[in-house]
């Protein structure tokens, strides 16, 4: 199993970024799917899941500026970010399931600062 993420980088305030999460090694299509976010010296943040029926769930925090959707032919997650605000300056991370941790991947920085 392995899970590369992609498309982090540094914006201003009220911008936006488009992560992608490539996945190999498991049936994607198969599996609810979960981003995660860690500011260092913080715990990990649950910030958006979506089942594999294509449901999907935010945090309060980014409910309405955050979009998450899959590509199941493509084995590909994403998390569209809009409105950016400099709290949501993280590392983050997609994980296979819903509640679990990210396991050696490496994550992609998102900055958002002025």
């Known amino acids: 199993v392995q899970l590369v993420e992609s498309g982090g980088g540094s914006v201003q305030p009220g911008g936006s970024l488009r992560l992608s999460c490539a996945t190999f090694g498991f049936t994607f299509g198969s599996y609810d799917m979960s981003w995660l976010r860690q500011v260092p010296g913080k715990g990990l943040q649950w910030v958006s899941a979506i089942n594999k029926f294509g449901g999907t769930y935010y945090a309060d925090s980014v409910k309405g500026r955050f979009t998450i959707s899959r590509d199941n032919a493509k084995n590909t997650l994403f998390l569209q970010l809009n409105s950016l605000k400099t709290e949501d300056t993280a590392m983050y991370y997609c994980?296979?399931?819903?509640?679990?941790?990210?396991?050696g991947s490496q994550g992609t920085q998102v900055t958002v600062s002025s």
């Open positions: 994980v296979r399931g819903i509640g679990a941790a990210p396991v």
